[in-house]
């Protein structure tokens, strides 16, 4: 064991010992004042939360992390915490406070926490030149969130706020039509989530796209035209669905011709001309050409 650890445990028993002497050693009262100290402390982080004052917010909810385990607060201040560093700009210790939310068995916080800790990422995305773990992690976590809370029917769900909105005008004190018109309006504030999702996933996939464009084009320049085929083969196979797929399929066929692999230009060419027909007469010289050194 480190002196650091060694001191920490010392330190914490001397300080249990003396709290128990201080409340005449009653195994009620120390309880008490731990949640009464929780309490105060996420009370007053609330109010400089929605102050805008992240960074004090910050201070007092980490000194109530280790009080607050174990308490009915524990996922309240975990997840205010969260929030507190997402908007203070620590990406990378929101997306650490959200997983650890998501850790806890029967939080009402697991839906939000999954797609916050989805954006966290999405904020570490960097340029397209970079390197772009935070990208894959942010597509794959926005898919969880997807996968793990959809909305099967948006147009029911918005007929249902609807329907329970005008019964709620007839009985307002209907606790039924309160709860069903709660229940509706989450799951259509979900929608707009979903959507968000829907749009980050494609910009990522777009940003990953034009990075491994991006490399093949930096290969070609160095003439290293098999690696570049590896890169073009990467958008080819994996993002076909970006705009960086035509000229992906435009280079790999560049660069087979430029290594005389004319078969297998031809291969590429009609697998291009069946996604763009279009082009077939633009091009026709590059086809007459493979056509006639696979003839030699």
Same mark, same amino acid.
């Given at each position: 064991? /480190?002196?650091?650890?060694?001191?920490?445990?010392?330190?914490?028993?001397?300080?249990?010992?003396? =709290? #128990?002497?201080?409340?005449?050693?009653?195994?009620?009262?120390?309880? %008490?004042?731990?949640?009464?100290?929780?309490?105060?402390? $996420?009370?007053?982080? =609330?109010?400089?939360?929605?102050?805008?004052? $992240?960074?004090?917010?910050?201070?007092?909810?980490? /000194?109530?992390?280790? %009080?607050?385990?174990?308490?009915?607060?524990?996922?309240?201040?975990?997840?205010?915490?969260? &929030?507190? $560093?997402?908007?203070?700009?620590?990406?990378?210790? +929101?997306? *650490?406070?959200?997983?650890?939310? &998501?850790?806890?068995?029967?939080?009402?916080?697991?839906?939000?926490?999954?797609?916050?800790?989805?954006?966290?990422?999405?904020?570490? /995305?960097?340029?397209?030149?970079?390197?772009?773990?935070?990208?894959?992690?942010?597509?794959? &976590?926005?898919?969880?969130?997807?996968?793990?809370?959809?909305?099967?029917? %948006?147009?029911?769900?918005? +007929?249902?706020?609807?329907?329970?909105?005008?019964?709620?005008?007839?009985?307002?004190?209907?606790? /039924?039509?309160?709860?069903?018109?709660?229940? +509706?309006?989450?799951?259509?504030?979900?929608?707009?989530?979903?959507?968000?999702?829907?749009? +980050?996933?494609?910009?990522?996939?777009?940003?990953?796209?034009?990075?491994?464009?991006?490399?093949?084009?930096? $290969? =070609?320049?160095?003439?290293?035209?098999?690696?570049?085929?590896?890169?073009?083969?990467?958008?080819?196979?994996?993002?076909?669905?970006?705009?960086?797929?035509?000229?992906?399929?435009?280079?790999?066929?560049? =660069?087979?011709?430029?290594?005389?692999?004319?078969? *297998?230009?031809?291969?590429? #060419?009609?697998?291009?001309?069946?996604?763009?027909?279009?082009?077939?007469?633009?091009?026709?010289?590059?086809? *007459?050409?493979?056509? &006639?050194?696979?003839?030699?």
């Amino acid at each position: 064991m /480190s002196g650091y650890r060694f001191f920490s445990r010392s330190a914490l028993a001397i300080l249990t010992a003396g =709290v #128990l002497f201080g409340t005449g050693c009653s195994s009620s009262k120390p309880e %008490t004042t731990a949640n009464s100290l929780v309490n105060e402390g $996420y009370a007053r982080a =609330v109010k400089l939360y929605e102050k805008g004052d $992240y960074s004090t917010a910050i201070l007092g909810l980490e /000194s109530l992390l280790f %009080t607050a385990r174990a308490t009915a607060l524990e996922d309240d201040v975990q997840y205010l915490l969260g &929030q507190s $560093y997402y908007h203070s700009g620590d990406y990378m210790l +929101a997306a *650490d406070m959200f997983s650890r939310v &998501q850790q806890l068995s029967s939080t009402p916080y697991a839906r939000t926490a999954q797609f916050m800790l989805a954006k966290s990422f999405e904020r570490l /995305s960097p340029h397209f030149e970079l390197d772009q773990q935070y990208t894959r992690k942010s597509i794959e &976590q926005f898919s969880l969130y997807q996968e793990l809370y959809p909305v099967a029917d %948006t147009a029911k769900v918005a +007929a249902d706020v609807k329907t329970w909105k005008e019964l709620l005008k007839i009985n307002p004190e209907n606790t /039924s039509y309160k709860q069903n018109f709660a229940s +509706a309006s989450a799951q259509y504030r979900r929608i707009d989530s979903l959507k968000y999702s829907d749009k +980050a996933i494609r910009t990522m996939r777009e940003k990953l796209a034009k990075n491994s464009f991006f490399i093949a084009r930096q $290969y =070609v320049q160095l003439g290293k035209y098999k690696a570049a085929g590896i890169f073009y083969d990467e958008v080819i196979m994996h993002y076909p669905d970006t705009i960086y797929d035509q000229p992906a399929l435009e280079g790999k066929i560049d =660069v087979l011709i430029t290594r005389k692999k004319w078969f *297998d230009a031809g291969l590429v #060419l009609d697998q291009y001309l069946q996604l763009f027909p279009e082009k077939r007469q633009e091009m026709q010289a590059i086809r *007459d050409t493979i056509t &006639q050194n696979c003839k030699n």
